[in-house]
């Protein structure tokens, strides 16, 4: 006989992570329902003072009401998540529903975790612990960290969308790399109106040569916001319904879903739109496809000035990163490009940009009083290169 489904009151244990330890320890705790929605259970931690009023908020953004940005103010954020990218798997506890946890973590070494996602929930107990030496609470579970920030607070009402939209992504793709589930739970927090991470975007725009966007290890959540919500006013909806029940991975998994929808381009070639665009927004500009819609980004730092020639601009890029350089002179010149770089001029006047991109192993490079290089590294292994650059006239 299966349990009975939560009721406002229900109390249940769940076991959490205690993150003053790493690796996480375990810790069990005892919660109470305190809303249930059509898509979710509110459970809170009864140990966590949290009010009436903010459990309210969190259950009518989950469930009957967007934020003024939200592609769908009408609806609440886990059925507009369910539409872009699935929706959590049934799981063990054979209920469609996930839960909400709101609980305490605790920090490491002055670190807070705003929230996360279990996957070792989607199994049994037994398997969990005899396969892996984790605790599973069989159930699909977002926990929320109350002592981050308000849980009724846009952040952590960000934190929430970001967060479930990594249960619709274990359900269909759950080996998916990492830079891209974090990429897609970034648009989650886009269609949703939650625009809450644009700190990460600005450290993103101080340093964009690293960290880079497609990455095995760290993941920078900058320019995961910037590439998510890129794709998501790029393509809409059904690119990512698609993307997320993709069984490929990693680029391969953007370039097969875009060729699904018949379309030309593959990821090289978004990435070299994509880092023209987060320049140009940074400068105002409004070009098809090369600026953001809900996103003010910010100015882009340039790596260098070129204030003379000949100059050689020699570094070090890590795939899908990107340097810009400031040609700080009028004058024509000619550039060598290395194999493997991708190299784009953008030329300011007023309002107005014109892009060019330019193939090697030499182009002329025009004269022009508002100059940047675009210089960046679309493959996937690290690319040491010199760009050689000297007068027209040489």
């Not at 993103?204 to 006013?233: I, R, W």
Request: proline letters at 6%; hydrophobic letters at 35%.
């Amino acid at each position: 006989m299966s349990p009975a489904l939560p009721t406002v009151g229900s109390q249940r244990s769940f076991w959490v992570w205690d993150m003053a330890v790493m690796p996480p320890g375990f810790k069990q705790i005892q919660a109470t329902c305190k809303a249930v929605g059509p898509e979710a259970y509110v459970f809170v931690d009864d140990s966590v003072p949290v009010s009436d009023e903010a459990i309210a908020t969190v259950d009518r953004r989950l469930h009957r009401e967007g934020s003024t940005g939200s592609v769908d103010p009408r609806r609440g954020f886990a059925a507009i998540n369910n539409d872009y990218f699935g929706a959590p798997a049934l799981g063990q506890d054979n209920d469609r529903k996930a839960y909400v946890l709101v609980t305490e973590l605790a920090p490491f070494n002055g670190m807070v975790m705003d929230g996360y996602v279990n996957a070792f929930d989607t199994l049994t107990e037994e398997e969990a612990w005899r396969e892996y030496g984790q605790h599973s609470n069989q159930a699909e579970v977002v926990y929320l960290n109350h002592a981050s920030k308000p849980v009724d607070s846009d952040y952590m009402l960000g934190v929430l969308a970001h967060e479930y939209q990594h249960l619709c992504h274990q359900a269909a793709d759950p080996d998916e790399e990492s830079w891209v589930n974090e990429m897609v739970s970034e648009a989650a927090m886009s269609v949703n109106g939650y625009h809450t991470d644009m700190g990460h975007v600005a450290r993103y725009a101080s340093k964009s040569d690293h960290p880079p966007l497609v990455s095995q290890t760290y993941v920078s959540y900058g320019a995961c916001m910037l590439f998510g919500t890129y794709l998501q006013e790029r393509y809409g909806k059904g690119f990512f319904q698609a993307l997320v029940a993709n069984p490929d991975n990693g680029t391969a998994g953007i370039d097969s879903t875009l060729q699904s929808f018949g379309r030309p381009e593959r990821f090289d070639d978004l990435y070299k739109d994509w880092v023209v665009a987060n320049y140009a927004d940074s400068r105002g500009i409004i070009d098809p496809g090369l600026h953001y819609g809900t996103l003010d980004v910010p100015a882009m730092t340039e790596a260098r000035s070129i204030d003379e020639l000949p100059d050689l601009d020699s570094a070090e890029l890590a795939g899908s990163s990107v340097r810009y350089l400031k040609l700080a002179l009028p004058e024509a010149g000619r550039v060598e490009i290395p194999e493997g770089l991708s190299v784009q001029l953008l030329s300011f006047e007023g309002g107005r940009m014109t892009r060019t991109e330019l193939t090697g192993p030499e182009a002329e490079l025009p004269a022009g009083n508002d100059r940047v290089l675009v210089v960046a590294n679309p493959g996937s292994e690290k690319l040491s290169y010199t760009l050689r650059i000297w007068p027209a006239e040489d």
